[in-house]
């Protein structure tokens, strides 16, 4: 059974769905089951994963890694999404581009998720 929130993804073709309505039955992509992502809350390895939340005083910025997760060609953070209660929010990003988003409106009690089209998804 999906549920709301969750993010799946086609180990075929690289589709990345995030349930907005959960229900019984399975998610399918390609003829086949997509892969639940599990959400990582604990850095491992050389590159750092786990967003880091700081409060402004227009909201939240949220950080990649303690230090800048590489945003290359091969391997780069896709989006940074924070969830307020009933609310979320997302940034996406291409390679190049620096690890973080500021969120307007949001209280400091946020949770932060990030997508590595590599390592997969990681929360705060």
């Known amino acids: 059974m999906a549920e709301r929130k969750q993010v799946y993804k086609c180990e075929l073709c690289g589709n990345v769905v995030e349930v907005l309505h959960g229900a019984d ?27 880091v939340v700081e409060a402004t005083t227009q909201g939240v910025k949220v950080k990649v890694g303690s230090n800048p997760h590489p945003m290359e060609e091969k391997h780069y953070i896709e989006w940074i999404e924070v969830i307020d209660g009933e609310t979320s929010c997302r940034h996406y990003l291409k ?17 932060a998720r990030e997508y590595c089209n590599v390592h997969g998804l990681w929360k705060s």
Do not use: I, R, W
């Open 25 to 51: 039955g399975d998610l399918v992509c390609c003829g086949a089951e997509m892969v639940l992502f599990e959400e990582k809350a604990a850095d491992e390895g050389k590159e750092k994963h786990v967003p």
């Open 95 to 111: 390679p190049g581009q620096t690890p973080e988003a500021v969120f307007k409106g949001c209280s400091k009690n946020v949770t």
